[in-house]
């Protein structure tokens, strides 16, 4: 595989809620590292290693593909899928500079993958991580990605259920707000913030048989004296992307983004506040070997 963009089925006129700029490929960075232990104790369950053709579907910018890609080394292959040109461009670009010749991407919506990638039953393994939860029908998406799959080839999944439960503690008001804004965006854009707890039934739908769920619930402290936890970053950087983009969309007053902002400097510097970001359902699903 050479790490050449490719093109298939114009992407929706329907825009990804969060955006394709720097803010949110930063973003995405970011957020990957603070998440890239999860991916990876994912990955080795799943049995993904040398050799093996992975499916990196919504891959985004490319960062869980670009580890991927290490993880099958030259013998195998790494294919990230996202409807964004943008983060496709910057993942074949990418892929050349840390010279990894076995990943390449292709433009194409999620919800017609398996016309779009057009190898059925080749790959060894998929990823999805944060995608279903941004999708119109991501029972599609699965029924699609497991077509693509080999008999015995593994789907794993990291997503939300009960993203609402994300909060300060104690609880501010401006929070609260911001969490609920946050998901009506998605619901009315054909996202779901609870889409793990539809999933299993979606891929007994697709035939595969569930072998792992987990649950990784995190939370982040502040610092009254120093950088407050890793993880801190996450709730943060996220708001002070996301909420003024809810604030331009009219989901969140300026009054409680600015009170927002202000309550997250004061968990910050605290000794006693901390947050509980969005729990992060963990999924690891099996083709049946013929
Ligand atoms: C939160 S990002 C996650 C990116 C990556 N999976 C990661 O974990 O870093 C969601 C990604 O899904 C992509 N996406 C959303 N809807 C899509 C669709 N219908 N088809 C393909 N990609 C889609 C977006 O462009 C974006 O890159």
């Keep these: 595989m050479n790490a050449t963009p490719e093109t298939a089925h114009a992407p929706p006129p329907r825009p990804y809620v969060l955006g394709t700029g720097d803010d949110e490929l930063g973003r995405l960075g970011l957020q990957h590292r603070l998440w890239s232990d999860a991916a990876h104790e994912a990955w080795k369950l799943a049995r993904i290693g040398p050799g093996q053709h992975v499916l990196d579907v919504g891959c985004g910018p490319g960062y869980a593909s670009f580890d991927l890609a290490q993880l099958v080394t030259s013998t195998g292959s790494v294919l990230g899928v996202d409807e964004s040109p943008a983060f496709i461009s910057w993942l074949t670009s990418q892929a050349d500079a840390r010279g990894l010749p076995q990943l390449s991407g292709l433009v194409a919506d999620a919800h017609?993958?398996?016309?779009a990638v057009a190898r059925p039953a080749a790959f060894d393994a998929a990823?999805?991580?944060?995608?279903?939860c941004f999708v119109k029908n991501p029972a599609r998406v699965i029924?699609?990605?497991a077509s693509l799959l080999r008999p015995g080839g593994r789907l794993?999944?990291?997503?939300y259920f009960n993203y609402t439960s994300m909060t300060m503690a104690p609880?501010?008001?401006?929070?609260?707000?911001?969490?609920?804004?946050?998901?009506?965006?998605?619901r009315e854009r054909g996202g779901d913030p609870d889409v793990m707890a539809r999933v299993p039934a979606m891929l007994a739908e697709a035939g595969l048989n569930l072998t792992h769920l987990a649950i990784h619930q995190r939370h982040a402290r502040g610092n009254p004296s120093g950088p407050p936890e890793a993880m801190f970053a996450w709730p943060d950087v996220w708001w002070r992307t996301y909420a003024p983009k809810l604030v331009a969309m009219g989901y969140l007053a300026q009054a409680d983004c600015d009170q927002l902002l202000r309550d997250l400097d004061a968990v910050r510097t605290s000794a006693t506040d901390f947050i509980?970001?969005?729990p992060v359902y963990q999924i690891i699903a099996e083709k049946p070997a013929r």
């Design 171 to 186: 609880r501010r008001a401006s929070h609260d707000a911001a969490v609920a804004a946050t998901a009506r965006s998605w």
């Design 112 to 115: 017609h993958l398996a016309s």
């Design 143 to 145: 029924h699609d990605t």
């Design 127 to 132: 990823y999805i991580r944060w995608v279903l």
């Design 276 to 278: 509980v970001v969005p």
């Design 156 to 159: 794993v999944i990291h997503d």
